[in-house]
């Protein structure tokens, strides 16, 4: 349930471009050799090239595929980038699959990925395992599970047999995450308001599960940043395995916390912690205001030069790409920086921690945004 109020408030994708020019194919036995950003795992070329679009400042990508033998780094997906925004080379190669970011394209918000993979594990994320007959059903098990964004099945064959038949559904953030924010003069922060967050089936409005002044110590399962209270709140209801939150505000800490056997607190100023709110209609004016002396660190997609926040907040609004934002007043002390608006995002689409060969597992993703499309 929770995914119905999480995800819509902010997930978008770029349909804005670095260049205007569309190029969906692969190129393949090709390698784009350096000006890497990064390397994620994914299991197909047209997985990576979504990562590659939703990625702030990839502009091409070179994938390693199953057939890859110079060692063992595939299913490794490099995000590029240059500043003339093509390869600075193209290399023949064995195994490697290369092509560019679908951003000047038309694009899903959400993408359907159906295809599912033959001996290939998606080890890590698991928060819940069941039994099921088969892969089919253990897939459906995932569309089901507003939790889960991937899984992988052990088959019948499978090497260890108390182990066989062995469902694992796994977590990845289908909303975006800020990867870092700070307290500092002059620069103000937000979100886009274009997408509201949607009420199918959450008619019912969230009582106030937030107990300010108060401490939940230990049981941390990750650590976030977050804007304030409400929107640490959002991200502990994502989470499947988040039974409650502590939030510190002198640094944006968000701490998702997991023991659902007990829950002690005790008094402590600046911090606020609270529950999950998964199957009630969240308030969602925290999206709605504007933060100041807050700068959302990194993601940025591109800048441009305003006259103030609440232009920079409509460009962010206008730009499909745009999730959140950090807008630098006249008084900011790098003067490059002033009065400049940095539209920023964070990849949403389905991602395992890693992707690994493995005999007779089945892995794929859940077909949720599949069956929204149809």
Known sequence: MVAFFVVAFLLSLSSSSFSQECRPGFLENMDFPGSDLTFLFSPSAEHCQKLCTQHPSCLFFTFTR????????????YLKSTSSGEPASQTPLQGATSGFSLKACSQDLQPCFSETFENVDFPGA?????????????????TQ?????????????FSATSYRFKCHLKFSWSLPVIPDMEKRAGPVSGFSQRAQISRQQLDTACQSSLLPNTDIPGSDLIKLKAVSPEHCQVLCSAHPQCTYFSFVSNDFSCYLKNNGNSMVTRAKNGLTSGMPTRFCHVDENWIKLTYEEVNFKGSDIRSEVLDDAAACQRLCTETPACQFYTYFNENFSDQAARRRCFLKSAITIPAPPKVTKLDNVVSGFTLRNCLTSA
């Open 66 to 77: 199953s057939d890859w033998t110079r060692d063992n780094t595939f299913f490794r997906c």
């Open 126 to 142: 698991d928060y819940r395992a069941l039994f099921t007959p088969d892969y089919e059903e253990c897939q459906r098990a995932c």
């Open 145 to 157: 599970d507003p939790g889960c964004q991937f899984f992988t099945f052990l088959k019948e064959g």
